[in-house]
């Protein structure tokens, strides 16, 4: 058996889903109650129900009166196993099986698993009851979902000649008994909050009425006649409560054993209260709320828990206390939605306080510390042995935390390393151990200082200053040489205009003087063509030609020389 059991469970582990919690699964015997005479043959189906979660393994052992009914045979047929670990067997008064269904397995409310042949011996009252059984879950944990098995009873009478009657009490095994199913309501196992139902079933052949009747009573017979027959009906319960849709077959010589469905309806919501239990100290931050709900018909179910935004599902123990944690002093407001199974919903609201603890002293502290230096905070408080937080917030935000235990007298003391320099604000707090806080210090600042280089007459100058002083001397320095060069260049200016005009003025005169030049020559040249100079006139000429041809030698060099000046 430990064996078959475990080929149950790997072939689960096989058809894997994800796993979304527990839900109910019923296995049940259709129909619930028959009469039938001594020597009849009838059936009995053996069904499952898992309407809120699909299942994938299921096994049972039923037994039976061995001297009221004999197994003829048991029927596969149209089976949703597909997997028999265990081959229907019949013993004397038990039949066991077990089965399973392949992935991604069976979610419904009539999922056949065997059909059970059985002959009427004599006359009497046979119970057919579940030994035992288990309807395991498709989620790959083989979480066992099963909450009800449900017997039958089989009415024997003493075999007698049939009556052709449409006697509402009759039952014969001519036609197959209603097999109802919801489309609005698919639990009979389930309650819910909506009253309109709607009910479907498949026609037999050869019917020619139904029969139906909506009422409290799980026994009663159908009295509503429907020619011809129907094969649904929306129905209302006029209140909230458990009702039976009962439904028979009939034809011209007989009527069907009675199939009936469960509705549980619940349209009304539960009832919540909430109170705080008592805190002698209002600094304790553990509170009590007292959650007091009911529901008369469905039941309470969860409850949602919202307190300043946050919130949390919660299953109540039985003490319907629910205890809060981790919170700081201040005022608090909870709120509490309550379900029941049918989905409903109360909510209840309740403010309260947590008050704070006198908050701590710093009694000494460094106002300013050198790059590399600890920092020595002490202070007190009214409260040995609790822990002290002391904070050093950075002036860009950063944050330094660290703590230490309040000495028997309440006084701490505690060095923070490494702080980068910059200014900080520093408080402390502290927290017992139930949790009681207190409110934070007043804030002191400390100033944490790269170290001076010298010291001048009370002048303390640091790298920074340096720093400082050193890129402002780079700065005069550019300023100084771009001013340099911007007069120098102004003076550049001013000399090359004054060449300029300098230039001008020797050049008109050094082309007078050779315009005066070629004049003479010129003069001299035509007299020379009417007559024979004198020597002395002849001298003059050759003199003039000389100092004409010097002139343009130097005029032409000077002007190189200035444009060589000017590039």
């Not at 389930?190 to 409290?216: F, H, S």
């Not at 799980?218 to 458990?242: C, E, F, L, R």
């Not at 039976?244 to 010589?253: G, H, P, R």
Request: hydrophobic share 35%.
């Amino acid at each position: 058996m430990a064996f078959k059991n475990k080929i149950i469970l790997f072939l689960g582990i096989l058809n894997f889903l994800v796993f979304k919690g527990v839900f109910a699964a019923s296995i049940y015997l259709s129909p619930a109650q028959k009469t039938v005479n001594v020597g009849d043959s009838f059936s009995i189906v053996v069904y499952v129900e898992s309407s809120d979660q699909a299942m994938n393994a299921v096994s049972f052992r039923l037994s039976f009166p061995k001297d009221l009914l004999k197994v003829n045979n048991v029927s596969k047929a149209g089976s949703i196993i597909n997997f028999w670990v265990q081959e229907p067997q019949v013993s004397a008064e038990e039949i066991f099986t077990e089965g399973v269904v392949l992935n991604p397995g069976y979610q419904g409310s009539a999922g056949k698993i065997l059909t059970i042949n059985f002959k009427a011996l004599k006359e009497g009252t046979a119970d057919l009851n579940f030994i035992s059984g288990s309807v395991l879950a498709n989620d790959g944990q083989g979480t066992n979902i099963l909450k009800s098995l449900n017997s039958a009873t089989i009415k024997i009478r003493p075999k007698v000649k049939e009556e052709k009657t449409k006697d509402v009490f009759q039952q014969t095994s001519f036609i197959p008994a209603p097999i109802i199913i919801s489309p609005t309501h698919p639990s009979q196992n389930k309650w819910y909050n909506i009253k309109e139902a709607k009910l479907v079933w498949n026609l037999p052949e050869n019917i020619n009425e139904v029969r139906t009747l909506l009422g409290q009573n799980p026994n009663a017979y159908p009295q509503v006649s429907y020619i011809p027959p129907i094969n649904s009906k929306d129905v209302t319960t006029p209140y909230d409560g458990v009702w039976y849709f009962s439904l028979q077959f009939c034809n011209e010589t007989s009527c069907s054993d009675i199939g009936r469905y469960k509705l549980q309806i619940d349209t009304t919501p539960p009832t919540v209260n909430l109170k705080e239990i008592q805190r002698e100290d209002l600094t304790d931050p553990r509170v009590k709320i007292y959650i007091d709900a009911k529901d008369d018909l469905s039941g309470i179910d969860y409850y949602l828990i919202n307190i300043n935004g946050k919130t949390e599902k919660w299953i109540d123990d039985g003490t319907h206390i629910y205890q809060l944690k981790d919170l700081k002093p201040g005022q608090y407001e909870i709120s509490v939605k309550v379900f029941d199974k049918a989905g409903n919903n109360n909510e209840a609201k309740l403010s309260f306080e947590i008050k704070p603890l006198e908050p701590p002293e710093i009694t000494d502290y460094p106002k300013e510390v050198v790059l590399g230096e600890p920092v020595i905070i002490k202070g007190r408080t009214k409260y040995p042995n609790v822990d002290v937080y002391v904070y050093l917030e950075h002036q860009k935000g950063a944050k330094v935390v660290n703590n230490t235990k309040t000495k028997e007298n309440g006084e701490f003391e505690i060095m923070v390393n490494n702080l980068s320099a910059g200014v900080y604000k520093a408080y402390a707090q502290f927290r017992d151990e139930i949790g009681r806080e207190s409110l934070p210090s007043d804030y002191v600042n400390i100033v944490v200082r790269v170290p001076y280089l010298i010291e001048v007459f009370g002048l303390k100058i640091n790298i920074f200053n340096v720093l400082i002083l050193f890129i402002s001397l780079i700065i005069v320095l550019i300023l100084g040489i771009t001013y340099y060069l911007r007069k120098l260049n102004q003076i550049r200016e001013r000399v090359e205009k004054e060449t300029k005009d300098l230039h001008n003025a020797i050049h008109n005169f050094i082309k007078y003087l050779h315009s005066r030049f070629e004049e003479q020559i010129k003069l001299l040249q035509e007299t020379k063509n009417k007559r024979e100079l004198t020597e002395e006139e002849n001298k003059i000429l050759h003199e003039l030609e000389e100092k004409l041809d010097k002139l343009n030698k130097y005029l032409h060099k000077e002007i190189k020389d200035i444009e060589e000046i000017f590039k």
